[in-house]
């Protein structure tokens, strides 16, 4: 036992002397510059409950070494032979905590080839006070086309690197059970109220309550499609959802690739406990679509486009038509009250006339506290994932002010958004760092509605992020996990019938 | 002659009968196994050499297992991490090759010793049949070899293979050795035994490469593929060579090397046209689902960058990451100059063995991209980018023709000749004829241009040919092809077998006999789900 002991002793001895030592080198030349690192943490707003900020030093350098400060706690972590930094859970989350509503410290040494060390320009990241919703669920996909294969939706904590799987579809490729996810979507980012679409094999809408479980098909003979965008409504249960009659094309050159279009879309609401759905908009002439609830649920705010350009003449609507002139299909935001006992909708209103400036807008989601509405901007149409032209913008719904979020906007696509419960924090995707792949990236939101520079989401190795080769979809945070097991959701979504609602006009 | 003692009764009464060629058994069995090697070496290197490259081309692989998790996924566990590590000696075709042998070798090796049980030497002859099953099976998987199940399945079943005949061999070992049984020695043979032994092996080797051959277009087809990678352009063309009826991929890939030596209105039609099935065909009942892994090549070297980046997702969503699909969409990312995009490729690739040489190339040209138009192979491709943007739904699928047939603006000259080219694939003559137009004032026309011309001037009287350099020889020829064709109008199938060897490369051969043969594209399934 002994001898096993001293083995052990011994094994450990040698493990902890290949680790690179932390320690702050007492000669150095000082440089008034930044390190490079990356991911970019540098100059941030944080929440206090984040997981380890690791990063990858980017100057050309022997060893680094980063000594972080704050609260009263100190940190010092030496890079791994790619001079990755990687933070020790315990420690980093105790010094958050301590400089809560403060800012912490770091400062960068490396190591050139002749063993001369630099210190680089220290930086600090302001520690908010207030926490980030502890969960953020999203879909992996590559950004593929039109085929899909494996997939999944996700559930990230985001104060450690555990990342798992909601529901991912068939590992194995067989027709008969090949299905796709999409569009996950919470009642005010809780999970027990929650759904997502299963498309193809399998088909239909999944929708949780509580513990229960159930599969509907939302296609009525009156509606042009299935449910495609939801927005689940703040107290009761009824979900709006958009019905799209949409189809893509691809660019045969330049770096935007992917054109999505509707040919029609209208709204509807869909009662969760009489199965039911009601049209909200039937018309021909307008595409109403992305629907979002204010805090009160009073009020339904959607995008809506008059497509002339498909209307006017004689020629019936036409694919073609559309995709002949699809850079000039805008969309505006608009709001509808809502009755709540009464079920019913009053005469909607344009809050922003987006098309007036040859912009569009699309995706609105009402800040928690209800005061803000972010939304994206595009140049034209409606799905600005794939337009390098959207950006984040905010309406204050009591001013009635709008503005870009210049600091968190980036050159490339910035769409999907939601916030967090407490509304100060926002994620979003983001293609910002090479035009093809989404990443969530994150932004700290004020009283006064001003944001912060963005941060992607931290990961135990930022080589992740590289060698990931699937798109971040639907950033969606919530305030608990899905309990709900993917075995439970398989086994509704094979072995159950899509149950048909009815039509309530 | 070297006996056992143990045997020497029997070796005394063998030596009783007449033989021809007294031979020992040992000698028999070494002389057996060295030509099993070398037959083996020569059979996987010649019929298997470039499959297994494309295998190896088709499978992800880092040391790194949780890295090979993140880049190929979840589904990637211990078997097919070392499946996809030892397919990486496949890189270069001979160490692929050698490396099967060796463990087809050490199959029969192990299988005699397991089935060593008596005196007879059939059990030796017998320890031949599980590394010729393995031959067989991989003849039978056909497309599905590479392309419908994980590239590395084929070593993972390989080594399992092995691995179980080695634990047979070791718990027999471990029998005999606990009963004291020793191996049974194995009399010298006589000369019947030795010409009935080697006729047995003879035939067997005569069936095993009669069945255990690949489909004779896979084989064609992974070596263009091998070939269009190393830009040798005039073995890819060689390899159609007594092909009798080449498949789509096979044509596309011709098609490839004939664009880039600039043979295409020359060459074009050469090789027969007449694909059995619109889709190619795996068993009975099964088609390969996708033809994004010829289709991407196909409309990279004509130019269609965003098109063929798009197949190449597609692919890629479909089969995984892989070696071929990140060199080419680093190469797409690298002329569509999204250089963020193209780096992230060649982080993901040069974590791989052996494709350093690529991502240092590469990364050069992000650097410096200037140095793109020092690249023969990507000045080539610019060279033929559309230069008007529209959706690729404009056009009739494949795209690498059906753009082509439309085109009313190019960079090059080659544009304009990819474009004739593909008006006569497609039997678009007066499309063709339109753009003859532009050959006006041309010291030389291709022949297939010419063909085409010349059979509009004869057919309409107009004098139309005369304002083209039209050889006096290839009209002479039409004129005749014209006379023959006649006479079988009403016999199309014996016409084409007939004409075949005399005007077999003429456009009007083409024209009349070329793909004839049209079916609806059965069994083709796909998960086309729209908008993603």
């Known amino acids: 036992m002994k001898r096993i002991l001293l083995y052990l002793t011994l094994l450990s001895g040698l493990c902890l002397s290949c680790k690179k030592e932390a320690v702050i080198p007492e000669k150095f030349t000082y440089k008034e510059q930044l390190p490079v690192i990356w991911p970019d943490y540098t100059l941030l707003t944080i929440p206090p409950n984040i997981a380890p900020m690791n990063f990858k030093v980017k100057t050309e350098a022997e060893a680094a070494i980063v000594q972080v400060t704050g609260g009263g706690k100190e940190i010092i972590v030496a890079g791994d032979d790619k001079n990755t930094i990687q933070f020790p859970a315990t420690s980093w989350h105790s010094l958050l905590t301590a400089s809560k509503g403060d800012a912490i410290k770091f400062t960068l040494f490396t190591k050139d080839k002749n063993g001369a060390w630099t210190r680089w320009q220290s930086y600090a990241n302001y520690v908010a006070k207030e926490e980030i919703d502890p969960y953020l669920s999203y879909r992996l996909i590559e950004p593929g086309y039109e085929l899909y294969r494996q997939l999944g939706i996700y559930q990230r904590n985001l104060g450690t690197f555990e990342e798992t799987p909601i529901y991912e579809n068939n590992r194995a490729y067989d027709i008969k059970d090949n299905h796709c996810i999409n569009c996950h979507t919470y009642q005010n980012r809780k999970t027990g109220n929650m759904l997502f679409h299963v498309r193809q094999a399998h088909g239909g809408t999944v929708i949780v309550q509580g513990d229960k479980i159930k599969k509907v098909n939302l296609k009525t003979d009156s509606t042009i499609s299935a449910g495609v965008y939801p927005a689940w409504h703040p107290m009761l249960n009824k979900v709006a959802f958009s019905v799209n009659k949409t189809g893509q094309s691809f660019h045969l050159i330049g770096q935007t690739k992917i054109e999505v279009l509707d040919e029609a879309s209208d709204l509807i609401i869909y009662d969760v406990d009489k199965d039911e759905v009601t049209p909200i908009c039937k018309t021909p002439d307008l595409f109403e679509t992305f629907p979002t609830w204010n805090k009160a649920g009073d009020t339904l705010f959607y995008c809506v486009a008059k497509p002339k350009i498909l209307l006017e003449g004689n020629d019936s609507i036409g694919w073609k038509r559309a995709i002949a002139r699809y850079d000039s299909i805008y969309y505006d935001l608009m709001a509808m009250p809502y009755d709540m006992q009464t079920n019913t909708f009053g005469t909607p209103a344009v809050i922003f006339p987006a098309s007036q400036i040859h912009k569009s807008i699309t995706l609105p989601r009402v800040s928690p506290d209800g005061r803000y509405l972010l939304f994206t901007l595009g140049d034209f149409g409606q799905f600005h994932i794939w337009h390098k032209s959207s950006d984040l913008y905010v309406i204050d719904l009591l001013t009635k002010s709008i503005r870009p979020l210049s600091k968190a906007n980036s050159p490339e696509v910035d769409s999907y958004h939601s916030w967090s419960s407490n509304g100060r924090w926002i994620v979003f995707s983001s293609r910002r760092d090479d035009g093809s792949y989404t990443r969530p990236y994150f932004t700290y939101f004020n009283e006064k509605g001003g944001e912060t520079k963005p941060f992607i989401l931290p990961v135990e190795n930022p080589e992740e992020h590289i060698l990931r080769l699937k798109s971040y979809n639907i950033p969606e945070l919530t305030v608990e996990p899905v309990r709900i097991t993917p075995g439970q959701f398989k086994d509704v979504i094979y072995n159950s019938e899509a149950k048909k609602v009815s039509l309530k006009q | 002659m070297k006996t056992h003692p143990k045997s020497k009764d029997t070796t005394s009464k063998k030596k009783e009968k007449r033989t021809i060629f007294p031979l020992s058994f040992s000698r028999f069995r070494i002389s057996l196994q060295l030509f099993f090697l070398v037959f083996t070496v020569l059979f996987v290197r010649y019929y298997y050499g470039e499959i297994l490259w494309k295998m190896q081309d088709l499978a992800y692989f880092t040391s790194s297992f949780s890295e090979l998790q993140q880049v190929a996924g979840s589904q990637i566990n211990i078997p097919v991490y070392i499946g996809r590590f030892f397919l990486q000696f496949c890189y270069y075709p001979w160490l692929g090759t050698l490396f099967v042998t060796l463990v087809l070798c050490l199959m029969q090796g192990l299988t005699e010793r397991i089935l060593r049980f008596d005196s007879s030497y059939w059990w030796h002859l017998a320890s031949y049949l ?68 080697g006729g047995v092996v003879l035939t067997g080797i005569v069936l095993l490469t009669l069945f255990a051959r690949p489909d004779e277009n896979l084989r064609a087809m992974t070596r263009m593929q091998y070939f269009t990678q190393q830009q040798e352009w005039d073995k890819v063309i060689d390899c159609t060579e007594g092909l009798s009826a080449p498949t789509r991929p096979v044509a596309a890939y011709r098609s490839i090397a004939l664009v880039n030596t600039n043979q295409l209105g020359e060459r074009l039609f050469e090789i027969p046209y007449n694909y059995p099935k619109l889709v190619m065909k795996i068993s009975d009942d099964t088609y390969l689902q996708n033809d994004y892994f010829y289709t991407a090549e196909a409309c990279f070297y004509s130019g269609l960058i965003n098109t063929a980046y798009h197949h190449l997702m597609e692919f890629m969503t479909l089969e995984g990451p892989s070696p071929f699909t990140l060199r080419l969409m680093t190469k797409c990312a690298v002329l569509n100059q999204e250089w963020e995009l193209a780096e992230r490729y060649l982080s993901v690739l040069e974590k791989m063995y052996f494709q350093r040489g690529f991502t240092e190339k590469y990364r050069n040209y992000i650097a410096h991209k200037e140095l793109i138009s020092k690249d023969p192979e990507l000045v080539s491709v610019f060279d033929l980018e559309p230069v008007v943007n529209t959706f690729e739904q404009s056009f009739k699928e494949p795209l690498f023709i059906g753009y082509y047939i439309n085109l009313t603006k190019g960079k090059s000259r080659r544009s304009l000749d990819l474009s004739l080219a593909a008006c006569l694939y497609a039997k678009e003559l007066e499309a063709f004829l339109v753009r003859t137009q532009a050959l006006r004032g041309q010291s030389h026309i291709a022949k297939h241009f010419q063909e085409a011309i010349a059979l509009e001037g004869y057919s309409s009287g107009n004098g139309f040919e005369k304002q083209f350099p039209i050889s006096p020889l290839v009209t002479e020829r039409t004129k005749n092809l014209l006379m023959e064709i006649s006479k079988y109008m009403d016999d199309k199938e014996k016409g084409r077998d007939v004409l075949r060897k005399e005007y077999g490369n003429h456009f009007l051969y083409y024209y009349i006999f070329g793909n004839m043969v049209s079916s609806p594209q059965e069994g083709k399934e796909t998960n086309k789900n729209g908008v993603n």
């Open chain 2, 130 to 197: 599980p590394p010729a099953g393995i031959l067989v099976y991989m003849s039978l998987c056909n497309y599905n070899f590479i392309y419908e199940v994980d590239p590395s399945d084929f070593f993972i079943w390989l080594l399992a293979s092995l691995s179980v005949i080695i634990f047979c061999w070791g718990c027999i070992s471990v029998v005999r050795r606990v009963a004291g049984k020793k191996r049974p020695e194995v009399a010298p043979m006589s000369s019947k035994e030795t010409c009935l032994g």
